[in-house]
Each structure stands twice: as structure tokens, then as C-alpha cells.
């Protein structure tokens, strides 16, 4: 079982930038997806992160603005987030899915969740 914290967010104007964290205890050899809520909407896929950091992978709207990264010293895991739109208001999810692979997109297929940090983008 992976434990998950997610923190780092807040409101930012737009234009500016925010690095979310999501702390993991427990089994390590996990991928992380990071997904996001706007109200009204489903969870939506951003990025994600294979076990060991050398492979990720974007959605559209995140490709060239947010970048995801690692350090397994820390068990912890990053979203940096640069040029930050209103759009981009929800909350940010980390998740944790069992394996050696990168992560699917697909919110149903990772086997646990933190409890969400909300990030806000003002026009």
C-alpha cells in the first residue's frame, strides 16, 4: 500500500508558477500520475513519472509548461508548474500505480490517492 501527501498549492496570478510535492510512504516501486478537478469536471490527466524518474509523459495542455520529476532519496515526487493560466484552476491530485511502467492516463487504474491540494490562477 502507498500513502500519498500532496502540498505546494495555492493562488497564483496568472503567468506565474507553483511546484506541487506528493510525499509517498509505504511501496515505492510505483508510477505517479498527476491529475486534476476543476468543480463540474471529471479528473483529468496532467503527467506522469515511472518509478525510477527516467520516464515521463505529458498531456497537450501540460506539454512545455509543467514538468514532473522524482527524487526517490526523498520519496518524494514534483510537478513544477510555469506560465500558469486560469484554466489550469482545479485540485491536484497525486496517485500511485503499482508497477514498473509510466503511468496510464486513465484516473480508474491507479490504486491510491492523497487527499488533493487546490491551485488557483487568477486572470
Known amino acids: 500500500q502507498v500513502q500519498l501527501v500532496e502540498s505546494g498549492g495555492g493562488l497564483v496570478q496568472a503567468g506565474g508558477s507553483l511546484r506541487l510535492s506528493c510525499a509517498a510512504s509505504?511501496?515505492?516501486?510505483?508510477?505517479i500520475g498527476w491529475f486534476r478537478q476543476a468543480p463540474g469536471k471529471e479528473r483529468e490527466f496532467v503527467a506522469s513519472i515511472n518509478w525510477s524518474g527516467a520516464e515521463t509523459y505529458y498531456a497537450n495542455t501540460a506539454k512545455g509548461r509543467f514538468t514532473t520529476s522524482r527524487d526517490n532519496a526523498k520519496n518524494t515526487v514534483y510537478l513544477q508548474m510555469t506560465s500558469l493560466k486560469p484554466e489550469d484552476t482545479a485540485v491536484y491530485y497525486c496517485?500511485?500505480?503499482?508497477?514498473?511502467?509510466?503511468?496510464?492516463?486513465?484516473?480508474?487504474?491507479?490504486?491510491?490517492w492523497g487527499q488533493g491540494t487546490q491551485v488557483t490562477v487568477s486572470s
Open positions: 496517485g500511485a500505480q503499482y508497477g514498473y511502467g509510466i503511468g496510464t492516463t486513465n484516473a480508474g487504474d491507479y490504486n491510491s
Open positions: 509505504g511501496r515505492l516501486s510505483v508510477a
